[in-house]
T-cell receptor, first 115, second 116 residues
Framework: GENVEQHPSTLSVQEGDSAVIKCTYS??????FPWYKQELGKGPQLIID?????GEKKDQRIAVTLNKTAKHFSLHITETQPEDSAVYFC??????????????FGGGTRVLVKP | EAGVTQFPSHSVIEKGQTVTLRCDPI?????LYWYRRVMGKEIKFLLH????????ESGMPNNRFLAERTGGTYSTLKVQPAELEDSGVYFC??????????????FGPGTRLTVL
């Protein structure tokens, strides 16, 4: 089955700096890679996702890159703000009608943005 | 529109007891998923319903766990009897039906289960 590794487990950055979180996956058939942000007391919330036919996607201050050959993908947050402090999870999925889109998650990265 | 809701938010039980967790998905969402995060590790898939049918239950750890989704609306996850290693946060997620399958899964706030 799929295995997703996520690094680092914790990340402390100064407000305004960039934060980068990296994930690797094992199943070359995975074709959907979402990133979730979890704030205290809440469930994970999708912040950005990328499909395997795209190499990069950007949404304001966040961007995700995907390298299918190397089987890794990364989340980039620029101009970090205190409200970016949270736990971030990467995930991978082999989306198909049969597979049902179950997500395999990485271990999470606790991001702390220091003002 | 209300999001995914879960009840209870916290549950503390003793080993050997029974606990039932409930999930109400977003109205109209055919897909309902259960996940859990144990001991601060990764979030792991448990099972997936499409309406009232179990599409994939490959993540269910053992036969002490029973999930149901009668009528294709809310779902329950029963743990009987609970063991210490069942402690963790149980998440429910839902998504609308899609032929392509690339649909965002909306997560509930989770139920924190502590087994003493």
């Amino acid at each position: 089955g799929e295995n997703v590794e996520q690094h680092p487990s914790t990340l402390s950055v100064q407000e305004g700096d960039s934060a980068v979180i990296k994930c690797t996956y094992s199943d070359s058939a995975s074709n959907y890679f979402p990133w979730y942000k979890q704030e205290l007391g809440k469930g994970p919330q999708l912040i950005i996702d990328i499909r395997s036919n795209v190499g990069e996607k950007k949404d304001q201050r966040i961007a995700v890159t995907l390298n299918k050959t190397a089987k890794h993908f990364s989340l980039h947050i620029t101009e970090t703000q205190p409200e970016d402090s949270a736990v971030y999870f990467c995930a991978a999925s082999r989306v198909s009608k049969a597979a049902g889109n179950k997500l395999t998650f990485g271990g999470g990265t606790r991001v702390l943005v220091k003002p | 529109e209300a999001g995914v809701t879960q009840f209870p938010s916290h549950s503390v039980i003793e080993k050997g007891q029974t606990v039932t967790l409930r999930c109400d998905p977003i109205s109209g969402h055919d897909n309902l998923y259960w996940y859990r995060r144990v001991m601060g590790k990764e979030i792991k898939f448990l099972l997936h319903f499409v309406k009232e049918s179990k599409q994939d239950e490959s993540g269910m750890p053992n036969n002490r766990f029973l999930a149901e989704r009668t009528g294709g609306t809310y779902s329950t996850l029963k743990v009987q009897p609970a063991e210490l290693e069942d402690s963790g946060v149980y998440f429910c997620a839902s998504s609308p039906r899609s032929l392509a399958g690339y649909n965002e899964q909306f997560f509930g706030p989770g139920t924190r289960l502590t087994v003493l």
